[in-house]
Each structure stands twice: as structure tokens, then as C-alpha cells.
T-cell receptor, first 115, second 112 residues
């Protein structure tokens, strides 16, 4: 079955712009979570969506936002880009059943460069 | 606040040798994950450890979990060059709806 699909793979944006990243989870998975990976801070949790609702949010400023659609596809948006937002953004798809998480499958990521 | 510490952060070893990567976490968690990441690539799931005393093996890699000590180990047996990668452990606290907290990763280089 198809894995987790993230688009685009690479992006170059200018400071002050905004960007939208997309993630399509594995079919049947209703949970999508987002992570930021940088050399300095490592892997950090951004937020998780389940059935179109944000369930939890990491410690990131309000410039980072997301949403999930009825088909479970998710988007994250970063507004007013800063140089420090340059990172690999990873999305993870997971299957939840009766309160049990069956693990996370990660997409290939979107490499964002802010210049 | 949940903290996850891995050590070592960098490891260079020769093929054929054995070594262990350690992962300590600061608060109670109901499961622990190990991932592998190759340069420029995404995270590949290696193991999910669900209970105290859990041990899982896949090829030359074996992972174990001691929930009382809040410690997991990833043991590499008779290392081969193809195992060169960065290895991450990750934990989430009970319920799992608060995202994963990752260690900083262990950059493993295996030299012929």
C-alpha cells in the first residue's frame, strides 16, 4: 500500500513569505503529526491532527499552523518565514484503534530553505 | 517535561565489532521507538517496544526496554558498513497524543 506522501520535496522561500506543506497519510490512518528537524534542535514535535481536530501542539510560535481535511490529508502553514525556519519538515501517519497507537510511519519530508 | 538522552552521540567503529547505544528518558512512558535515518532521508522505523523487558531483534540489531530504569538499548552485533546511519530513540508519555520526544540521535559510522 502507498506510504506517506509529502509535497513538495524541496522549497526555497524568502524571509517574510509564507509557505504551505502537504501530507497525505497512509490510507485508513486518521492521525497526522508534524515534526521539524534542524541540526541544532534535532527533531521537534509541531502538532498532531486526528479526524480534522488538532489534538496537541508542541512549543512553536503561532506562525506555525496546520489543518486536516476530511480525507485525512493535512497541511501545515508557516507564515512570516524566518531564516531559522529552514529545516526538514516531516509528517508522520499513524493508526489509532480504541485508544491504542500502532506506531508512526514517516514521509520523505519537505526540505525548506529560507533565504 | 519529558527528556530523552542518547549516548553516545557519535560512534565510529570497525566492521565485525559489537556495540550498544543507550537511551534514557525522564518520565514514565508506555512505549519506546527506535528509528534509523540515512543522510538526507526520512525516518525508518526499526522497533516499537511496548512493555518492560521487551526485546526485539532484526538482523544484527537488537533492542530492549527496561521501563523501571527508563532505559532502552540498541545493540549492534558484528557491525557491517550498511548499518552506518543516525539512530534515534523516541518516547511519548501515556496516551501518545502529545507527540514523540526524540533523543538527539547517535551518528554511527562503521568502517571496513
Amino acid at each position: 500500500k502507498a506510504g506517506v506522501t509529502q509535497t513538495p520535496r524541496y522549497l526555497i522561500k524568502t524571509r517574510g513569505q509564507q509557505v504551505t506543506l502537504s501530507c497525505s497519510p497512509i490510507s485508513g490512518h486518521r492521525s497526522v503529526s508534524w515534526y521539524q528537524q534542524t541540526p541544532g534542535q534535532g527533531l521537534q514535535f509541531l502538532f498532531e491532527y486526528f479526524s480534522e481536530t488538532q489534538r496537541n501542539k508542541g512549543n512553536f510560535p503561532g506562525r506555525f499552523s496546520g489543518r486536516q481535511f476530511s480525507n485525512s490529508r493535512s497541511e501545515m502553514n508557516v507564515s512570516t518565514l524566518e531564516l531559522g525556519d529552514s529545516a526538514l519538515y516531516l509528517c508522520a501517519s499513524s493508526l489509532w484503534d480504541r485508544g491504542f497507537n500502532y506506531g508512526y510511519t514517516f514521509g520523505s519530508g519537505t526540505r525548506l530553505t529560507v533565504v | 517535561e519529558l527528556k530523552v538522552e542518547q549516548n553516545p552521540l557519535f560512534l565510529s567503529m570497525q566492521e565485525g565489532k559489537n556495540y550498544t547505544i543507550y537511551c534514557n528518558y525522564s518520565t514514565t512512558s508506555d512505549r519506546l521507538y527506535w528509528y534509523r535515518q540515512d543522510p538526507g532521508k526520512s525516518l525508518e522505523s526499526l522497533f516499537v517496544l511496548l512493555s518492560n523487558g521487551a526485546v526485539k531483534q532484526e538482523g544484527r540489531l537488537m533492542a530492549s526496554l527496561d521501563t523501571k530504569a527508563r532505559l532502552s538499548t540498541l545493540h549492534i552485533t558484528a557491525a557491517v558498513h550498511d548499518l552506518s546511519a543516525t539512530y534515534f530513540c523516541a518516547v511519548h508519555s501515556g496516551g501518545g497524543a502529545d507527540g514523540l520526544t526524540f533523543g538527539k540521535g547517535t551518528h554511527l559510522i562503521i568502517q571496513p
